[in-house]
């Protein structure tokens, strides 16, 4: 499931220790950019899914759309050119 690196990312936020420092807008981007490069280096690996179905794997799905949406929001507050793509 696409969406499950972007709760990672909040978790950590809950977890953090630093957590008023984690709430940072410079912060959350940079551990949302690095979410989104792990994601995007991973697009054809399911192998940590434990059980792939056919619309696990359906670009138009519900999964993998939580991904695009998070990764479009994204694109319009990094100044990173990779995201637009």
Same mark, same amino acid.
């Given at each position: 499931?696409?969406?499950?690196? +972007?709760?990672? &990312? #909040?978790?950590?936020? %809950?977890?953090? %220790?630093?957590?008023?420092?984690? #709430?940072?807008?410079?912060? &959350? /981007? $940079?551990? %949302?950019?690095?979410?989104?490069? +792990?994601? /995007?280096?991973?697009?054809?690996? #399911? $192998?940590?899914?434990?059980?792939? %179905?056919?619309?696990?794997?359906?670009?138009?799905? +519900?999964?993998?759309?939580?991904?695009? &949406?998070?990764?479009?929001? #994204?694109?319009?507050? $990094?100044?990173?050119?990779?995201?637009?793509?």
């Amino acid at each position: 499931m696409r969406f499950l690196s +972007w709760i990672a &990312v #909040l978790a950590m936020f %809950a977890s953090s %220790a630093h957590a008023e420092s984690a #709430l940072q807008p410079a912060v &959350v /981007l $940079s551990r %949302a950019e690095s979410a989104a490069d +792990w994601q /995007l280096s991973h697009l054809t690996d #399911l $192998s940590q899914i434990r059980k792939v %179905a056919r619309d696990t794997r359906d670009t138009r799905g +519900w999964q993998q759309a939580t991904f695009t &949406v998070a990764l479009t929001m #994204l694109a319009d507050r $990094s100044r990173k050119q990779r995201y637009r793509g």
